[in-house]
């Protein structure tokens, strides 16, 4: 007698084999020679490195400055994120779908690119709320200086505060209103349940969204880029950045780097565990499976007052960034008053279709974030069906590799293929796309497979055996009944990692050649050499693309 | 052909026995249930019928062909096994029309467009659901889905149909509707039937023969009747219908000794294999205790009407008694009455 079953399993075996032996290439690798090479210099051991690290100043600064940002972003916000779930969430306030919809703008934002939107309008002399502040108060101190400590805080704020919005707005939905009404019966007040039942009881998340913004403002690398270096303001990244790029074809440049990365990998790689932890501790307990009506609480005449509120916060912080970038960019010159006269689309001609330059980043773009996209759900999607719908073997550490590089900042990704895949270990790849393209898959891998996870758990394992027992063997189950139900789940993840990869900055910065330049860096190269209008006017059709895939990433997954 | 034989199948996860050498032939035409508490193997049991789940040890036959053998590594896989299966989610595909839900398992097997329509309209009249093919799962109740993954399962005409607590989503009323409908299906088209349930009434209305299962082990195979009046042990008798578990003490073959705390009582009961002076558990169903007359002495604490019968609980000394008596005479609560124990059972005083 056949034994299919034996077979089957057995290709699975294959299949796990194959996506290991990816995974293997793209992360494990490069992430062992990241840490080897911190203490191996011309093959024997040494702790010269590390000394040399320790040694600079300018490192210890740049640590310090990096906690700093990342501690008072991670405060901002988690205030500004928990205060407004809290207030579309629980509250009578009106048009609530629609505010948490413009909260939610931020996320979408490139951070380098809010970095450049906050220049318009608050860099100290020709920044639009600046200018507004000191002709209305007749002064000529600026309200506040967008390339200072307190302007990185800021702008980092506004777009790692949604980290919190996102997870706290989560909790919120999902707790069940029994144990609010409960405490309701037993006489507490409006106040005294928020305080003692729904306080306690959304906190994990209020600490795991803080944890997922301050991983998040630590390894960000564009807002320091374009806010700190004009000023000799360095983080961990921009200070690696400086290493790789003033070191440049120095192989002891990139081992500097990569000894300094392994500080940034160790605070972000703890932040995000235990963001883990929080959250699969504690998560089941306090969650109802269906949604319920939420307890809502009644603002009564504090109701305009909170409106008002959130509305100047959505100009503000949300609005007038977007705004004021498309409005820099019709400008002819930058700082004219805004006039029909002074208005020209110039830029946006100049960008598209005269320099040769900026199209063949558009293109690479297009190629990497396409092909990055593709094989990361192809690849993603067989590793999700292994450790969502098997019980063999070997999956936890499949599962461990992937989700690794979600917690790498995109700076450490680089050196690390860097190390690997420049000819003192193997193929040199460096001018080449692959280089990127590796990097890219590496990075959005975890995105793809999280994606892929999520819809084949909605998936129901009956339905396949539903098939199975209709005569269907594993193959024709697949392409009847699996592939159809997950093919909306896999076009957004499609474009979950294609807008990112897209508009990428971080990575590419540090793996770019002259015949490889990525949009993102073409960017910051309009900045470096001072054309600012036409680096707001590629920011603007970056930032159109990105607003256009969201919103077919809703459409299909609604 | 159809007789489906499980010999001696045990299925181990990780550290939870989920069946444990379970034996039982279900015979060609049969309707079986599998019963017993939530986590007691019947699922997993089922699911190694299916093939779904390889079984570590033992062998399952469908006819004379073995289907599955740990020990000879046998194992036919679902698709090949020829059943049809209900399962308890229904498992109707979201994607598909009522119509290509149905005529899945025929399109597998590339029957030809009009056959396909025939059958499909057939079984769909068998559920009564004519007339619904071009619907998606999305516009049919709870009730028409089951109906669907019923039909789904019967469209092939299998000799075994696999049922998987099949009414546990549906409310009372429909899920009292839906037991006949199966069993008249079933009784229609001669087909064998294992059904999984953990509902005792489920098992009693519709099988020929249950199987009462727990913590992975068959408890006791039998009809329904002799589960009831003849339960295997202790737990059988306390999982199937109300009963009330007494001490007692085995004074000769036909007499036992109820200690009440206050006063003994003598109760005739059969002995079976206890012997005189032994400890044991006297079972009482409550409808075999007569109340008006008899030797022994209660109080009434508590009578709740429920319709057809009133539900008493009784003190007999120390001892609450659960009884249930005829509406037509009713005892208030705080009553003193005489009451008779009739028909009773012995088990051994630890098992359970
Ligand atoms: N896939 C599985 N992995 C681990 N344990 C399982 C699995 N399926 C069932 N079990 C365990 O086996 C036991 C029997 O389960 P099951 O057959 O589903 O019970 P029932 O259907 O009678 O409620 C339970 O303790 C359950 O937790
Ligand atoms: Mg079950």
Avoid at chain 1, 264 to 292: N, Q
């Amino acid at each position: 007698m056949r034994l299919p079953r034996r077979e089957e399993i057995s290709v699975s075996y294959l299949v796990l084999g194959a996506a290991i032996l990816v995974l293997v290439i793209l992360v494990a690798w490069p992430m062992l020679l990241l840490f080897v090479n911190t203490v191996i210099v011309d093959s024997e051991f040494t702790t010269r490195l590390w000394r040399e690290v320790f040694t600079r100043r300018q490192n210890y600064t740049a640590l310090r400055n990096t906690l700093y940002i990342g501690v008072l972003v991670t405060l901002g916000s988690t205030v500004i994120g928990s205060f407004f779930a809290w207030l579309v969430g629980r509250t009578d306030l009106p048009f609530k779908g629609a505010l948490k919809a413009l909260l939610m703008l931020p996320f979408l934002m490139p951070p380098f690119i809010g970095a450049i939107a906050w220049e318009t309008l608050l860099s100290p002399r020709s920044g639009y709320f600046n200018k507004a502040f000191m002709s209305l108060f007749h002064t000529t101190t600026p309200l506040l200086d967008v390339f200072s400590t307190w302007g990185i805080v800021m702008v980092e704020s506004i777009y790692f505060y949604p980290f919190v919005f996102i997870t706290v707005a989560g909790a919120l939905e999902r707790m069940d209103p029994t144990l609010e009404e409960a405490a309701r019966t037993a006489g507490a007040g409006m106040l005294k349940v928020m305080k003692d039942v729904t306080l306690p009881l959304v906190s994990p998340s209020i600490m795991a969204g803080a944890l997922l913004a301050f991983a998040a403002s630590i390894s960000n690398f564009g807002i320091p880029l374009f806010l700190g270096m004009e000023k000799g303001f360095f983080v961990l990244t921009t200070r690696i950045f400086i290493y790789i790029k003033t070191q440049s074809a120095s192989f002891e440049g990139l081992q500097l780097g990569a000894t300094l990365s392994v500080f940034l990998l160790l605070a972000s790689g703890t932040a995000i565990i235990l963001e883990g932890r929080l959250l699969g501790g504690r998560k089941y307990a306090i969650l109802a499976g269906k949604s319920m009506r939420p307890h809502i609480v009644e603002l009564g005449r504090w109701k305009p007052v909170f409106l008002a509120l959130c509305l100047v916060f959505l100009f503000v912080a949300v609005l007038a960034p977007i705004g004021s970038i498309y409005l820099v960019s019709l400008l002819k010159v930058y700082g004219q008053p805004v006039r029909w006269e002074n208005l020209t689309l110039n830029n946006y001609y100049h960008e598209l279709f005269k320099d040769s330059m900026i199209r063949g980043a558009l293109r690479n773009s297009l190629v990497l974030s396409v092909a990055a996209a593709t094989i990361v759900m192809i690849v993603g999607s067989v590793i999700a069906y292994v450790l969502v719908k098997t019980r063999i073997k070997g999956r936890k550490v499949v599962e461990f590799f992937v989700m690794l590089p979600y917690s790498i900042p995109g700076t450490v990704v680089a050196i690390a293929m860097l190390l690997a895949w420049t000819g003192k270990y193997g193929p040199n790849l460096y001018g080449t796309l692959w280089l990127i393209l590796a990097a890219y898959c590496a990075h959005f891998m975890a995105l793809g497979v999280k994606s892929a996870a999520a819809s084949l758990e909605q998936v129901h394992t009956s339905l396949e055996e539903a098939a199975r027992v209709s005569g269907a063997n594993w193959l024709k189950t697949f392409g009847d009944i699996v592939a159809p139900l997950i093919k909306p789940g896999l076009v957004a993840g499609w474009l979950l990692v294609f807008i990112p990869a897209f508009r990428e900055l971080t990575t590419s910065v540090l793996l770019v050649s002259t015949h490889t330049m990525t949009i993102g860096v073409a960017i910051y190269n309009r900045l470096e050499d001072g054309y600012f209008l036409l680096a707001t006017a590629m920011s603007g059709i970056i930032l159109l693309l990105v607003f256009v895939g969201n919103l077919v990433i809703t459409r299909v997954t609604r | 052909m159809s007789e489906v034989r499980l010999v001696n199948v045990t299925k181990t996860f990780d550290a939870v026995a989920a069946v444990r050498n379970l034996s039982v032939t279900i015979r060609d035409g049969e309707f079986v249930s599998l019963l017993g508490p939530s986590g007691c193997g019947k699922t997993t049991t089922l699911r190694m019928i299916a093939g779904f789940e390889r079984p570590d040890q033992g062998e399952i036959y469908f006819g004379d062909e073995v289907v599955s053998s740990g020990e000879k590594n046998i194992f036919l896989p679902p698709e090949k096994r020829k059943l049809g299966m209900v399962f308890q989610s229904y498992a109707v595909w979201p994607h598909m029309s009522v119509f290509d839900n149905v005529a899945y398992p025929l399109r597998v097997i590339k029957m030809n467009r009009g056959e396909v329509k025939e059958t499909v309209d057939h079984a769909l009249s068998l559920v009564k659901l004519e007339g619904l093919g071009s619907r998606y799962p999305h516009q049919l109740s709870g009730g028409q889905q089951q109906r669907v993954a019923l039909a789904r399962a019967l469209v092939m005409e299998p000799e075994v149909m696999l049922l998987d607590e099949p009414l546990s989503n549906l409310d009372a009323k429909l899920r009292e509707e839906m037991r006949f409908e199966i069993k008249d299906l079933q009784k229609r088209l001669g087909i064998t039937v294992i059904y999984v349930t953990h509902d005792q009434a489920e098992a009693m209305v519709m099988s020929d023969r249950t199987v009462v299962m727990n913590e992975g082990l068959a408890y006791q195979i039998d009809e329904p009747r002799k589960i009831y009046e003849q339960p295997a042990d202790r737990f059988v008798a306390d999982f199937i219908g109300l009963i009330n578990f007494v001490e007692c003490e085995v004074i000769d073959e036909r007499t036992v000794l109820l200690k009440d705390g206050t006063g003994v009582h003598k109760v005739e009961c059969g002995i079976g294999d206890f012997n005189k002076g032994e400890r044991a558990v006297l079972a009482i169903r409550p409808e075999n205790v007569s109340l008006g007359a008899g030797p022994i002495r209660g109080t009434i604490k508590r009578a709740v009407y429920l319709g057809n019968v009133l539900d008493y609980r009784i003190m007999m000394g120390k001892i609450e008694l659960r009884v249930q008596g005829e509406a037509g005479v009713i005892y208030n609560e705080g009553e003193e009455i005489d009451l008779a124990i009739g028909r009773c059972l012995l088990f051994p005083p630890q098992a359970c």
